[in-house]
């Protein structure tokens, strides 16, 4: 079993940045990606950014050029660099780890940009 643990949500200003963190812990070995995506009210859960253990990444088209994300393998933490933030941005976020093709969820974080 892997428990990921996401941080670092809250509300901001448009135009903000926030850092988000999920730190993993439990059966970590052979983790392969792992990534973050987002769940608006009533709309369902999209992808923001993945990572693989290689450190590729991949975003959506609606986060280039404003999101990072990064993965410190030696904490078994990947990170999201939220910057110029939108109201659209308003969403859970939530980390998630694939592991030998199951995946794992955290709980989420809640991220709410105001206009």
């Known amino acids: 079993q892997v428990q990921l643990v996401e941080s670092g949500g809250g509300l901001v200003q448009a135009g903000g940045s926030l850092r988000l963190s999920c730190a993993a812990s439990?059966?970590?070995?052979?983790?392969?990606?792992m990534g973050w995506y987002r769940q608006a009210p009533g709309a369902q859960r999209d992808l923001v950014a993945t990572?693989?253990?290689?450190?590729?990444?991949n975003y959506a088209d609606s986060v280039k050029g404003r999101f990072t994300i990064s993965r410190d393998t030696a904490k078994n933490t990947v990170y999201l660099q939220m910057n110029s933030l939108k109201p659209e941005d308003t969403a859970v976020y939530y980390c998630?780890?694939?592991?030998?093709?199951?995946?794992?969820w955290g709980q989420g974080t809640q991220v709410t940009v105001s206009s």
């Open positions: 998630r780890a694939v592991r030998w093709s199951v995946n794992y």
């Open positions: 439990g059966t970590i070995l052979s983790i392969s990606t």
């Open positions: 990572i693989t253990n290689n450190g590729i990444a």
